[in-house]
């Protein structure tokens, strides 16, 4: 089923310039495979040659780009946000079912709402709350006493552990595990004794976590995630973590116990995050990042070392192997010269 131009320009907030406003749009592409009946985008500036020759029947872009449109253009000061909103329109989930398979286990004392859906081969124990319109699919476990909130959606084979509290409209992707002991260890003559893990995780409302991503629960106080949160695939997050509201981090990225993360921030993939230290609010760091110290002002911050040509890169870490050498001859020289100058060793 499709939606006019009209109708879709009012529900994503843009400015329908030109076309017949009764077109309908039934699907999205891109700008060089659309046709008709279908909407594309112009977000990323590098596309921009693709829009002389787009066959969509409208394109989703910012003002200053509705001249070089050859179609129908809806105005947009986000165009990917408004994309974001369209698609959403044109492909929407499918509906939410309700009930419980007769293949799913749920012990006495747990509690599933009327509009929920326990899908094949779910395990909820006792004490375990299932909140309105909840999607559980097939292979979900649910420990004692976790709570997941209303409108949320689990995929196949997510593990909610004993305890933890999962918010409303909440999606967690396959394989995702929240709530698992964090890595607490105490050495004792050459051998480790495991050290409780007493704790839980707490999801706000609106959160994201990705394939395969694992949550730890607190040592003694919960791992916490804010609302909107978003987390990609195969991230782990340590005991006692902290990661403010609306913050997004890519996948692979590992931060470790008792890191607390602002809100608003971007962290990219592959980056490592030590233990114990805190990340301002408006932070950005770039993929393959390693930090190892709190960082305090909003601002983006780097440490990866870009690819280059294997011949260059030889050559680049042979010196860097003499840097302190050079540095101490160098220093020597100034003391010689008596510029007065120190330099730090």
């Known amino acids: ?47 921009r ?35 974001a909103r369209a698609a959403s329109l ?19 004392d747990c509690s599933v709402h009327d509009s ?19 999607q559980l699919q097939g292979g979900c ?25 999962i918010g409303q409209r909440v999606n967690i992707a396959p394989g995702a595990v929240i709530g698992s002991d964090g890595f607490g260890l105490a ?27 694992t949550i730890d629960r607190g040592a003694l106080e919960d791992t916490v995630l804010e609302e909107g949160v978003r987390l990609d695939n195969q991230i782990q997050v340590a005991h006692n973590v902290f990661i403010g509201a609306h913050t997004a981090i890519a996948g692979c990225v590992g931060i470790s116990g008792s890191a607390r993360i602002g809100r608003h921030c971007m962290i990219g993939g592959g980056a490592g995050i030590v233990g114990h230290l805190e990340i301002a609010d408006h932070v950005i760091i770039t993929g393959m990042t390693m ?13 990866g070392v870009p690819a280059q040509d294997n011949d260059s890169w030889n050559r680049n870490y042979a010196r860097f192997r003499q840097l302190d ?7 020597t020289i100034e003391r010689r010269l008596g510029s007065g100058k120190e330099t730090e060793e």
């Open 141 to 165: 476990f649910l420990g004692a006493g976790s709570s997941i909130g209303a409108h949320s959606c689990l995929a196949a084979n997510v593990v909610i552990c004993h305890g933890v509290t």
């Open 187 to 213: 050495s004792e003559d050459g051998r480790w004794l495991n050290v409780p893990q007493l704790g839980s995780v707490r999801i706000g409302d609106d959160a994201e976590i990705g394939a395969n991503t």
């Open 1 to 47: 089923m499709g939606i006019t131009l009209k109708a879709l320009a009012e529900r994503i907030g843009a400015e329908l310039h030109g076309g017949a406003p009764d077109t309908e749009i039934f699907s999205v592409a891109t700008l060089q495979k659309a046709g008709p009946g279908q909407l594309s985008f112009l977000a990323n500036k590098g596309y």
């Open 325 to 331: 050498r050079m540095a101490r001859r160098l220093h």
């Open 291 to 303: 930090v190892t110290k709190s960082i305090t002002r909003p601002g983006v911050y780097s440490s």
């Open 49 to 83: 040659r693709f829009l002389a020759d787009t066959r969509a029947a409208a394109v989703i872009l910012a003002p200053e780009y509705a001249q070089e449109c050859p179609v129908a253009a809806l105005l947009s000061a986000n165009p990917y946000a408004s994309y």
């Open 90 to 108: 044109l492909a929407p989930r499918p509906p939410a079912r309700a009930g419980i398979h007769p293949s799913a286990v749920l012990e006495k």
């Open 116 to 134: 929920a859906w326990v899908g094949p081969h779910c395990i909820i124990e006792a004490g375990a709350v299932v909140g309105a319109g909840v």
